[in-house]
């Protein structure tokens, strides 16, 4: 961080003057839907880049002068060609043109009257994240449920998520760090009975060598999650889900290694797979009495084109999570959970089948709701090279 930014940052043309203006161009248009004039938008293009580069990005690389330049250099004017198409395009009757219009300016989908929220598809609806908090039916129990890291709870709940998590190596591994986090928005359907949601992810490693050669430091773009769930039955106290993940092959660079250092960390090794497709069916399900609930959720991933793993193009993993928690009747709403993760890789080759984790830990609040946990390996290829983990998040309910 206190180094001067570098030009040659080693990533490539397409990733400095395309990825960088594109992300630019969705900060001006997230301004601008805020109700801020051009330039002021601009300016907070530049401001939000820099923070970006000395922040999250500055942590475990040398900040990049190309990326402070592109992203609001090429970013704002993109911004503005997007902004005047868009809404040329949402003023016509024609409704493939609209379509299109809120394609272009996604923040159409977002962004209301000032108002943050999301744009239901499903409803029609724009459902702020403002506001007092309102209950549908079944939606206590869904927020009672909602405060795992690892597993999908069955009840469909509007949220959005923001989440870090922070992997302590070993001492073969340089004592270093892999770093995940990712944004989550899940929308559910008017009746609350289904719902879907899309998930972002960067992956990074940080001050890592192998064999004593260290790795270059920095994140790389994962690949995206994709899903949905539908409430099979539910009665007063029980609910069970079923519901469908696919990962979708995003993570598109890799030019020094980094993703294929991160597939070492077995346990996310499908979110960091370059070119794999991984399809994720999944039943999940709850029973509460009171403050005391208990969640497990069973879920196999295929995974298509996987050969950068072990030179198979075919990987077969089932997992199977179990989570206890309680809820305290007092200020904060705090829950404490604990949460125990396995995963078996059955077609595995060259690592050992099953891993074994378990999560402590507590949240707080309801509409917003911040989390924090810890994991420590039990047993298989991770406990190898990881010590603990800590995770942070942060979600709003809606």
Do not use: C
């Not at 929220?117 to 029609?124: A, E, M, T």
């Not at 984790?357 to 994991?375: E, H, N, W």
């Amino acid at each position: 961080i206190s180094q001067w930014p570098v030009w040659d940052d080693g990533d490539s043309f397409f990733t400095n003057w395309v990825t960088h203006p594109i992300v630019g161009s969705q900060d001006y248009l997230f301004y601008r839907a805020m109700g801020h004039s051009r330039w002021v938008s601009a300016l907070g293009v530049v401001v939000q880049s820099t923070l970006f580069e000395y922040t999250v990005e500055g942590l475990v690389e040398t900040p990049s002068l190309v990326d402070l330049i592109s992203t609001p250099g090429v970013g704002v004017p993109m911004g503005i060609l997007l902004e005047e198409s868009s809404n040329w395009l949402v003023s016509t009757d024609f409704v493939p043109a609209k379509i299109l219009g809120h394609i272009l300016n996604p923040m159409r989908n977002f962004v209301h009257d000032r108002q943050i929220g999301v744009y239901n598809p499903f409803s029609k609806q724009f459902m702020s994240v403002s506001g007092p908090l309102e209950f549908a039916p079944g939606k206590p129990e869904a927020i009672d449920l909602a405060y795992p890291f690892f597993f999908e709870q069955p009840f469909p709940l509007g949220r959005f998520r923001a989440d870090l998590e922070v992997v302590n190596l070993k001492k073969n591994m340089g004592n270093g760090e892999f770093i995940f986090y990712s944004l989550r928005i899940d929308v559910p359907s008017k009746s609350r009975l289904w719902g879907v949601y899309v998930q972002i992810a960067q992956s990074g490693i940080n001050s890592l060598s192998i064999d004593g050669v260290g790795q270059r430091d920095g994140f790389e773009f994962a690949n995206v999650l994709v899903g949905g769930k539908h409430i099979l039955f539910k009665t007063h106290s029980s609910i069970v889900s079923a519901g469908l993940g696919l990962m979708l092959p995003t993570s598109y660079k890799d030019n020094v290694g980094r993703l294929q250092t991160l597939t070492l960390f077995r346990r996310n090794f499908p979110i960091n797979l370059q070119k794999a497709w991984t399809v994720s069916p999944y039943l999940t399900a709850a029973a509460w009495s009171g403050p005391f609930n208990i969640q497990a959720m069973v879920q196999n991933d295929f995974v298509l084109n996987a050969s950068q793993l072990e030179g198979n193009s075919f990987e077969y993993r089932i997992n199977y999570s179990a989570v206890t928690g309680v809820n305290i009747p007092v200020i904060a709403s705090p829950v404490l959970f604990a949460e125990f993760n396995g995963y078996s890789a059955l077609t595995a080759d060259t690592f050992k089948k099953t891993d074994l984790f378990v999560t402590t830990g507590v949240r707080l609040g309801r509409k917003y709701s911040p989390g924090f946990a810890m994991q420590f390996p039990l047993t298989g290829p991770d406990k190898s090279i990881d010590k603990y983990s800590y995770m942070f998040d942060f979600q709003v309910r809606f």
